[in-house]
């Protein structure tokens, strides 16, 4: 479980870099525990880089990171433990059934049988997917996989659940019902924290991180950050500060 700290993510001056390529600039943010936040940027401006840092995944050249109130750097693998990942490209075992899927990563978790098997229950019965306990995964639509996955990334309760473009492939429902699952978590206490290229996704996250060329270059909550720039959506904000693409 997480230390007890009003933070979730707090990061002073953290760096990486790759021989003489800077890929993260000296980014400093805090992100509150129960927080949806946003993390944008164009591709190449940093952001997989930082998500990483923050899973522990890989070491900053400099700077501090703290998540889920362990260094980044010197307790990554109790970072690990404490975290959620869910990506774009499900992690779900396509070959095995539901239920298999959430024994196996409650297993990899280090969660107990009972545990896993009150677990999954929960998660399928809030679903309304309880039924499919036996249904093979490759044979589920995307937006099912998708919500499978996102549940199987909080099974072990977490205190941060890291969303990298998780509704990429998805038709808009999906989408919607997605976020829908991601509200209840963050009103259960987990710190979400989610890359999108979906503009109108960033508008339902409590602040937003605009990221360009390694640097922060905007944060506040959506409202601000388009009455700061002159906008009427945040996809505007992102154009006039990053441009590129997603």
């Known amino acids: 479980m997480m230390k007890e700290t009003k933070y979730a993510i707090v990061t002073e001056n953290l760096t990486k870099k790759f021989g003489d390529f800077t890929a993260v600039d000296n980014i400093s943010f805090e992100v ?3 927080e949806i936040f946003g993390f944008l940027g164009a591709n190449g401006a940093g952001k997989t880089t930082a998500m990483k840092m923050l899973c522990g995944l890989l070491k900053p050249t400099s700077g501090m990171g703290m998540v889920a109130g362990y260094d980044i ?3 990554s693998e109790k970072v690990k433990k404490s975290i959620g990942y869910m990506s774009q490209r499900f992690s779900l075992y396509q070959d095995l059934k539901v239920w298999e899927n959430f024994r196996l990563f409650g297993g990899i978790y280090g ?3 009972n545990e896993i098997a009150s677990g999954t229950d929960e998660m399928l019965k809030s679903l309304g997917f309880y039924d499919e306990r036996e249904t093979l995964v490759q044979s589920l639509p995307a937006g099912w996989k998708q919500k499978l996955a996102f549940s199987v990334a909080i099974l072990h ?12 492939g998805v038709d808009p429902a999906a ?3 997605f976020w829908e699952l991601i509200y209840a978590a963050a009103e259960s206490g987990i710190t979400v924290f989610v890359t999108t290229h979906y503009m109108d996704e960033a508008e339902y996250c409590d602040r937003v991180s605009i990221m360009s060329e390694g640097k ?6 959506p409202e601000n950050l388009k009455q700061k720039f002159g906008c009427t959506t945040v996809e505007e904000v992102f154009h006039k500060l990053a441009g590129g693409v997603l």
Request: hydrophobic share 30%; no cysteine.
């Open 111 to 113: 969660l107990k049988d």
């Open 73 to 75: 750097s010197k307790n």
């Open 32 to 34: 509150r525990r129960g």
């Open 157 to 168: 309760k977490p205190s941060i659940v890291f969303l990298d473009e998780p509704t990429g």
């Open 216 to 221: 922060i270059a905007a944060l506040d909550s």
């Open 175 to 177: 989408r919607r019902q």
